[in-house]
């Protein structure tokens, strides 16, 4: 009798379009799931435009039961992390389903099977090849909807993975804050006293050409800010380019602020206006009028999202944090937004909690990062 689930490696450009399109006959039934730009996604595991591959081994497999698509997983192993944090960790990721355990056991096992042959002594995720891809399953906040940046799975998956032998490594919240209709007293009272210190200057800008200078100093910043970040790798000079030339053209240039100080960038704060109900509307596709939609989302929305922040350490604890964030909050009251969303940020980052929670903010969402060990 044959299984009812066979496990098969992508090793075509047929196997990676099933790999890429199956989410969206998993979740066609499911009105709130949110796609992935599909443009993105043929760049993503294009081993030849990203150049993440170059420092991770990587299989990609696709589940089949009875015959029929049932389930995917992506196993990395990123050599460069390993090595920048001394750890012999593979990480599944990408990981999507129907309803079953069997199908979901033997997409984890084969990835598992596969890192454990490599060495690795223990099997992490959902993690992508940094934290710029979508990390951790939603585990709460189902009610609300999928924002562009986080993943989008099903609530049963979690609980299969927990069912599975997987245990809960770290959590990473999502905040809203509602946006008041003038500056908060919170901010008028802390604002003169650090302006009249007069050593940091907040950039702003208004078209993207003024941006195109700073964004390359940007990209380096985040690199020695975001050292303590879990998950976070350096950038390559190239990786620096790359992200540059794809997200510099859809970036609002009035909810991106930097701080200067003593002649160089010491902080950025990064936000984007929510376009999720662009994508939908557009079925993840750009092109020919996936891109209308998008531009009319972004222009509508009245939820902005951050999506990235940081601050050189030795410049922390001195105000630049309400600076930047007076100033977006005063470009999100221009724009008559309602809602800020905080993205994602760890549960042990309470410096960046402890800004949201002074605004208000309440957790809405909630994803995990599961850990199982191999030996």
């Known amino acids: 009798m044959m299984p009812s689930v066979t496990i098969r490696e992508v090793t075509s450009r047929r196997d990676l379009r099933k790999f890429i399109y199956l989410p969206s006959q998993i979740h066609r039934n499911d009105p709130g799931w949110l796609p992935p730009i599909y443009i993105d996604e043929w760049e993503l595991f294009d081993r030849e435009k990203n150049n993440s591959f170059a420092y991770a081994d990587t299989v990609m497999y696709i589940a089949e039961k009875n015959g029929k698509p049932a389930g995917r997983i992506m196993g990395i192993i990123s050599h460069r992390y390993n090595s920048y944090r001394n ?41 992508g090849f940094s934290d710029k891809d979508p990390q951790g399953l939603q585990v709460e906040g189902f009610e609300y909807p999928s924002l562009m940046t986080t993943p989008t799975n099903n609530r049963y998956l979690p609980e299969i993975i927990e069912d599975l032998g997987f245990e809960k490594k770290i959590d990473l919240v999502d905040y809203m804050v509602d946006i008041p209709s003038s500056m908060p007293p919170v901010f008028e009272k802390v604002l003169p006293r650090i302006e009249a210190n007069g050593k940091v200057e907040i950039l ?172």
């Open 87 to 127: 750890e012999d960790d593979g990480r599944f990721s990408f990981i999507e389903s129907v309803n079953d355990t069997e199908v979901i056991g033997a997409l984890t096992g084969a990835v598992a099977d596969w890192a454990a042959a490599r060495g690795m002594k223990r099997l992490v995720g959902p993690l």
């Open 204 to 375: 702003e800008f208004r078209k993207t050409r003024e941006l195109k200078p700073y964004i390359i100093e940007v990209l380096q910043l985040m690199n020695d800010t975001f050292t303590e970040i879990y998950g976070f790798v350096p950038l390559t000079d190239r990786e620096k380019s790359e992200l540059a030339k794809r997200y510099l053209p859809v970036l609002d240039p009035a909810f991106i602020k930097m701080a200067r100080a003593d002649k160089k960038l010491v902080g950025f704060a990064i936000g984007m206006p929510d376009i999720a109900e662009g994508i939908k509307r557009a079925r993840g596709r750009l092109f020919p009028f996936g891109i209308y939609h998008i531009i009319r989302s972004a222009r509508r929305t009245g939820n902005l999202v951050m999506l990235l922040g940081g601050i050189l350490k030795e410049y922390r604890g001195q105000g630049i944090d309400v600076l930047m964030g007076a100033r977006i909050l005063n470009s999100a009251i221009s724009r008559g937004m309602k809602t800020i969303d905080s993205h994602l940020v760890l549960e042990t980052n309470q410096r960046m909690r402890a800004e949201y929670e002074r605004l208000g903010g309440r957790i809405i969402r909630r994803f995990r990062i599961y850990q199982k060990d191999l030996v």
